[in-house]
């Protein structure tokens, strides 16, 4: 048994439970503070009491009182100024994230994914790839299973496939995957951020710690950012650029055919599928389908063996999710997992180019103080209507009713109900909300089902 201070474990969700249970294991003291005293948390308090976890709910206080602790893991929800963001400030031992803290115990090497859209798709399109080909993977971060549950069954796998957010990079300090890849960096978070180039420096944290700037897999357009030229390893090597366009220059591209390739040495290109056999459908998927590519070749798979695992892989549900379609002729798609202004933009050219009529949009939730300034112009080109929910509703209709119109509504199930009514035959009504679901929605996943739920029963009625 450690005889130092305790483990103390700020925020009891998901993967501050998850870091309880590792720092138990370990045989340390632990802690687990959380300002909260829902059913829920009630719950999960009794099964880390279960495994000798001290847990303290409904915490008020904004500093600790008891011994100092041997160290704190925080989870990566929880922002610098809340209780416990003020609380981990001031505390006199090691702070950690939960990313870090799970890296530290991990027994085989990590590949690492962020950005602001993709990451899931690409995380769980890595990890099937991998598993295809024989390879003992989990995918893992901030896609549902905790760094720390996954380091305790690290030992019998090859590889994790990580997903990362900026809000874990904060915490990070030596966090150092065998290869990384950044998608994209557009705007989210800015309600923590305050500028896109405080976002885009915590996305480079992902880098900081690679031996070799060959680790890193990047847009090409991603060098343009100072932020993420700066956070690269300056060891003489580049990284693997992708691109979803040919003259770009990226290692690996998309042909004006609709090959995906590998750039060879010679200046030629290696084909890998044609976009025709993959299951994923939309521009912004091919460069998921690139980067992901790029991190098997660094973790020593060749293309052949990559190639199946590409054409078999089914998209998640809540990611352009085709519900149904009704008797006029009108599909449904659920796209929950928008979240900002970019992912609402790539979903509407996705859909458009899979239907021949427009597309009803059902958009708003939670204001993240996002610019949702980009979004007119898609409208104007893909959208027949737009019906707004939540806390953000009168501000994105006063933005967009110039080039489209747009209703106000209380609830998704009378924004369902009037962009049924309004489509068209060849149309698609498209749940892609480009804001959190907080305001009404325990998450994406919780709107994403309750959309489904109005579409089979308007279906089957």
Known sequence: MNTAGPTLILGLGVSGVAAAQLAAALGDPVIGLDTGDSPGLRERAGTLTAAGV??????????????????????????????????????????????????????????????????????ELLEHCLRTAGRRVLAAGNIGVALCEAARRSRDLDWLVVEVSSFQLESCDRFAPAAAALLNITPDHLDRYGTMSRYAAAKGLLFRNLRRAGQAVLRSDLLDWPEVRAALPRDGSRPILFSGDETAGADWFVRADGMLCRRRPDGGATPLVARRELQLKGGHNLENVLA??????????????????????????HRIQWVGVDVRGVAYINDSKATNPDALIRALAAVQGEITGKIVLIAGGLDKNMDFSAVPSHLARHARGVFLIGACKERLAKAWNTVVYCGECETLASAVDAAAGMAQLGDAVLLSPACASMDMFVNYADRGNRFCELVKRRLSS
């Open 54 to 123: 001290d847990v303290r709910l409904g915490w008020t206080a904004a500093s600790w009182p008891g011994p100092v602790p041997r160290q704190a893991v925080i989870s990566p929800g929880i922002a610098p100024a809340s209780l416990l963001g003020r609380l981990a400030a001031a505390l006199p031992c090691p702070v950690l994230g939960e990313l870090e803290f799970g890296f530290r115990h991990c027994a085989c090497p990590v590949l690492a994914i962020s950005g602001t859209n993709g990451k899931t798709t690409t995380t």
């Open 292 to 317: 992901a590519s790029a991190l098997c070749e660094l973790a020593g798979l060749p293309p052949e063996a990559v190639r199946p695992g590409l054409i078999s892989f089914q998209p998640s549900p």
